[in-house]
Antibody
Framework: EVQLVESGGGLVKPGGSLRLSCAASGFTFSSYTMNWVRQAPGKGLEWVSSMSSSRSYIYYADSVKGRFTISGDNAKNSLYLQMNSLRAEDTAVYYC?????????????WGQGTMVTVSS | QSVLTQPPSVSGALGQRVTISCTGSSSNIGAGYDVHWYHQLPGTAPKLLIYGDSNRPSGVPDRFSGSKSGTSASLAISGLQAEDEADYYCQSYDNNLSGNWVFGGGTKLIVL
């Protein structure tokens, strides 16, 4: 079964750090672009970051650039998101997704999400 | 404010047909980039509904269809069922932005 499972969310104070993980199974993780997408409570979807299948090309939304770092470990079939200097506006459910239809393809597989709450 | 504009809500009676619009610009939909659609039930993760403007993944009923023209795209749902009540999001690529993926603000479908 194709599956993405996120973990690592929780409550953190403003200015703090958190590292999210996403475990992939059921498909060849190293072959596809991976992404993080977030959704603030009661709000819509916001793309956060992408990492190409080669793991060489990395992109970030302006809202997180310089604070978040995406990385991947093909040996562990895992994707990560290191989040530093967290702000209240980073509070959201964070989803891990993949694009098995190419770099401009749809985000066809989504994890269940992990909640990040930034509050004092 | 989202780069892609969707109506906040649409409604329709059981069995009827509704459409959800997604309006972009010359840097995204108008540039020819594919539009993808997702639906999201309360408390669950989004799920791919339509990819590449008008293609349905395996398992998605043919009641759902997508189209694109100019700088806009539409999702049509025919034969409305109660379980179609959900949030719907469009997505496309934008060549004006760093990173480039953009979503619509989402549309809440209410089935009467």
């Amino acid at each position: 079964e194709v599956q993405l499972v996120e973990s690592g969310g929780g409550l953190v104070k403003p200015g703090g750090s958190l590292r999210l993980s996403c475990a992939a199974s059921g498909f060849t993780f190293s072959s596809y672009t991976m992404n993080w997408v977030r959704q603030a409570p009661g709000k819509g979807l916001e793309w956060v970051s992408s990492m190409s299948s080669s793991r060489s090309y990395i992109y970030y939304a302006d809202s997180v650039k310089g604070r978040f770092t995406i990385s991947g470990d093909n040996a562990k079939n895992s994707l990560y998101l290191q989040m530093n200097s967290l702000r209240a506006e980073d509070t959201a459910v964070y989803y891990c997704t993949t694009q098995r239809g190419g770099d401009l393809g749809a985000f066809d597989i989504w994890g269940q999400g992990t909640m990040v709450t930034v509050s004092s | 404010q989202s780069v892609l504009t969707q109506p906040p809500s649409v409604s329709g009676a059981l069995g009827q047909r509704v459409t959800i619009s997604c309006t972009g610009s010359s840097s995204n939909i108008g540039a020819g980039y594919d539009v993808h659609w997702y639906h999201q039930l309360p408390g669950t993760a989004p799920k791919l509904l339509i990819y590449g403007d008008s293609n349905r993944p395996s398992g998605v009923p043919d009641r759902f269809s997508g189209s694109k023209s100019g700088t806009s795209a539409s999702l049509a749902i025919s034969g409305l069922q109660a379980e179609d009540e959900a949030d719907y999001y469009c997505q496309s690529y934008d060549n004006n932005l760093s990173g480039n993926w953009v979503f619509g603000g989402g549309t809440k479908l209410i089935v009467l």
